[in-house]
């Protein structure tokens, strides 16, 4: 049923993604206890800075957060699953606990998404599972003295993804979104999982990934440019392919141009909110972010469009207001989704 309606809604317009959920999580200034929570008074290692495990210890402020997205003209949340892996969780010591994670973030998300539902059943609201990249590489030495080395293996990734998708999908997530994809063989790995756990529950559900081209060179962190990346999942029946982070609106254009020409699925794009200051924080205003989005639109060039790092709901609030006004980029010939 999901399915079908987020088919129906693609046809239809161009559908809007939330924005970063970072940005919202510290405007609230939390401490450590916030972080803890009774569940991890005593935990021996430090946890402020680890977002995703907000989803058990302040589960009302991301649902908050996911109700001010929606509210802000959202079709698509995403769960607030990015480190939500045993790889990265290792970092903080919380390997143990990704499954209720991931369970308890798409949970969060799905009953924010059903309270929309309700108040506009003519515009459904979705959510999709967060997958990032982990903070380890596949096809990459972290040791430049040893380029050989790996530190992760494509077997032990999957194992990793799988334990989170199986929560995300418990959870109620309606799309898997795999995303800011530094390194292809990690998305390997994560799409090799995400065919595992279809085959073993019997189910499918739409899959979007979503690349991140790290600077102007035009390439991934691995070393692939836009096109090159686009052919190494096409065997993949994606529901959508795109980029996010690393670049703003107008960095991302060209890129977004060659997705547009040779993807045979649909296109999408969250970019951040321009590039970083010196401060590592994102100055370009909602107003800014919706005229070079507009470019995109004027050009046909997407069908899901968002936020990432810096945004906010005034952001997605005024991309949504510039998307209503266009027809998404019509559906490829060769889709193959």
Known sequence: MKNEQLLKALKERILVLDGAMGTMIQQHQLSEEDFRGERFKNHPQPLKGNNDILSLTKPEIIKEIHRQYFNAGADIVETNTFSGTSVAQADYGLQDIVYDLNYQSAKIAKEAAEEFTKLQPDKPRFVAGSIGPTNKTASMSPDVNNPGFRAISFDELATAYKE?????????????????????????????????????????????????????????????????????????????????????????????????????????????????????????????????????????????????????????????????????????ENFLA
């Open 164 to 332: 989170q998708l199986l929560g995300l999908i418990d959870g109620g997530a309606d799309i898997l979104l795999v995303e800011t994809v530094f390194d292809t063989l990690n998305a390997k790995a994560a799409l090799f999982a995400i065919n595992e756990v279809f085959e073993e529950k019997n189910i499918q559900l739409p899959i979007m990934v979503s690349g991140t081209i790290t600077d102007n060179s035009g390439r991934t962190l691995s070393g692939q440019t836009t096109e090159a990346f686009l052919i190494s999942l096409s065997h993949m029946p994606l529901l959508s392919i795109g980029l996010n982070c690393a670049l703003g609106a107008k960095q991302m254009l060209p890129y977004l141009q060659i997705l547009n020409e040779k993807a045979p699925f649909y296109v999408s794009a969250h970019p951040n909110a321009g590039l970083p200051n010196q401060f590592g924080e994102y100055d370009e205003t909602p107003e800014l972010m919706q005229q070079q989005i507009k470019e995109y639109l004027d050009l046909n060039l997407i069908n899901i469009i968002g936020g990432c790092c810096g945004t906010t709901p005034e952001h997605i609030k005024a991309i949504a207001q510039a998307a209503k006004n266009y027809s998404p980029r019509p559906l490829p």
